[in-house]
């Protein structure tokens, strides 16, 4: 599409990487289109950038909670997160480099998500995030805004905390855990890395009751 009037482009690179496996041989190629945040304008190609990130005193405090009443630890990882998100602003942007005919280069792409380098892509991803978990019933921590509860009908308890694109799920529960996980999968390409993992965040230990 051509740029509207009194509309400014972000700009936007691709990034390669080369991921490698253990025995140092090469796992795959990869190719993310980020966006140039530095060329948006406040105001205009956004607002609000604020994300909250979980306290690592809640994450101590739920892990040796789980290991004292020796609740199933599930963590998961949501592919290309912050994809996700809900943009709130209309944000145009250049066209990838080798996208288009030289000819073309004026032209623009509309954002209808949130991408790697907008400014307000951290917040889009949580927001959307966070209203996913609320429709399903769960309250978010007044203290701590990455943690959400739900409690039943009969007093058990499910508790989760979304650290970026990581995230935790814990509780006595057992049919709302795997209720939940189906509902992540519906919504989000999720990473399931399976019961009692270790969260990055626990500085590298696997928690076990008395630790």
Not at 17 to 24: E, L, N, P, S
Not at 26 to 35: G, H, N, T
Not at 59 to 67: E, G, M, N, Y
Not at 144 to 154: A, E, L, R, V
Request: charged content about 30%; hydrophobic content about 35%; some cysteine.
């Amino acid at each position: 599409m051509n740029l509207p009037r009194g509309k400014k482009p972000v700009g936007c690179k691709w990034i390669f990487t080369v991921k490698y496996k253990a025995d140092g041989t090469v796992e795959r190629y990869k190719a993310r289109l980020v966006a140039k945040g530095f060329t948006q304008t406040y105001d205009i190609d956004y607002t609000e950038t604020f994300a909250p990130v979980a306290k690592l005193n809640t994450i101590r405090v739920l892990l040796s909670l789980t290991a004292n009443l020796d609740w199933p630890l599930h963590q998961f990882d949501i592919k290309n997160a912050f994809l996700n998100g809900e943009l709130e602003e209309e944000v145009f942007m250049m066209l990838p480099p080798g996208f288009c005919k030289e000819e073309e280069e004026t032209r623009v792409c509309k954002l209808k998500k949130s991408l790697y380098g907008l400014k307000q892509s951290p917040r889009a991803w949580f927001d959307r995030f966070a209203k996913v978990i609320k429709n399903q019933g769960y309250q978010q921590g007044q203290s701590d805004h990455t943690m959400f509860f739900k409690q039943s009908n009969d007093g058990r308890m499910t508790i989760l905390i979304v650290y970026v694109d990581d995230i935790i799920l814990t509780g006595d529960d057992t049919g709302e855990v795997e209720r939940l996980k189906k509902v992540l999968a519906t919504e989000f390409e999720v990473k399931d890395l399976g019961s009692n993992a270790v969260f990055p965040r626990n500085g590298g230990r696997q928690i076990k009751k008395g630790n």
